[in-house]
């Protein structure tokens, strides 16, 4: 899979996303980052690349022409034309099944936004998605570019060593993870639960499963809304809520 980060700051999103395991699947080839930066597509002796907006009002715009000749560059090297999400505090809140449906693209450009935001003219233009990382205003659309190449880029065959941990996480069947342990079997009197040292698998499932719902239930009751549980299921958060 192919990114392609048009932005102003092209060291901060390469400096974060060229570390740890996205940074190692990229040397590896099994995908690639490439930040584009809008300023060399300034067509003014100053390569300022922004200006006042039309009506008044506080801040600085990023002007179109820029950002389209940035994107042109990228698009033209392409036999299609790729998936343009802008980050914008008012597009769609990202989640993993954005990130399941986006890492099934063979290139994908995110364009990030600076001061104001971007001129709407070039957005009505080049822009297929709108997505927002949260309701909140950041700086700028780096950041959440950089969640989302990360997010994408896990769900992509080979980045992480082993494919199955991608398989069962938070959010899979709009469910949370169940909680995990590690050596040593005591640490300072908190012991593993018993049936995790038990090697029964079926055992460990069942009781993985059952952790899982009440967790989401406890943490994040509108995820299971949308989860299909079992009667015993249903039967388990109802023992759960009367002993609360
Ligand atoms: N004036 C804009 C508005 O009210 O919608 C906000 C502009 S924000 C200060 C500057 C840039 O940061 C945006 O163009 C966008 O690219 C990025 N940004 C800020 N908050 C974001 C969020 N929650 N999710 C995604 N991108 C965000």
Redesign the pocket.
């Known amino acids: 899979m192919n990114f392609h980060i048009l932005t102003l700051f092209p060291d901060m999103v390469m400096d974060g996303l060229n570390t740890s395991i996205i940074g190692r699947a990229a040397g590896k080839g099994l995908l690639s980052i490439e930040a584009v930066n809008i300023r060399d597509y300034a067509f003014n002796k100053h390569q300022s690349v922004d200006d006042y907006p039309y009506g008044g009002g506080a801040?600085m715009l990023m002007q179109a022409e820029p950002v389209y000749l940035a994107y042109e560059a990228v698009a033209g090297k392409l036999e299609k034309a790729p998936r343009v999400v802008?980050?914008?505090?008012?597009?769609q809140t990202f989640n993993q099944q954005m990130a399941e449906e986006l890492a099934q693209e063979e290139e994908l450009v995110l364009?990030?936004?600076?001061?104001?935001?971007?001129d709407e003219r070039v957005l009505e233009e080049i822009v297929t998605d709108y997505?927002?990382?949260?309701?909140?205003?950041?700086?700028?659309?780096e950041l959440?570019a950089m969640v989302m190449v990360d997010a994408i880029s896990r769900l992509v065959p080979g980045v992480l060593h082993n494919d199955v941990s991608a398989e069962f996480e938070s959010f899979q069947d709009n469910l949370l993870e169940y909680p995990q342990y590690s050596r040593p079997e005591e640490w300072r009197g908190k012991k593993v639960p018993e049936v995790l040292l038990s090697g029964h698998h079926a055992n460990i499932e069942k009781w993985r499963r059952e952790q899982s719902v009440l967790r989401t239930k406890e943490r994040r009751p509108d995820l299971l809304e949308k989860c299909e549980l079992t009667d015993a299921e249903k039967k388990l958060i109802e023992d759960y809520e009367s002993e609360k």
């Open positions: 801040g802008y980050l914008s505090p008012q597009g364009l990030c936004g600076h001061y104001e935001g971007i997505v927002s990382i949260g309701d909140y205003v950041l700086t700028g659309g959440p």
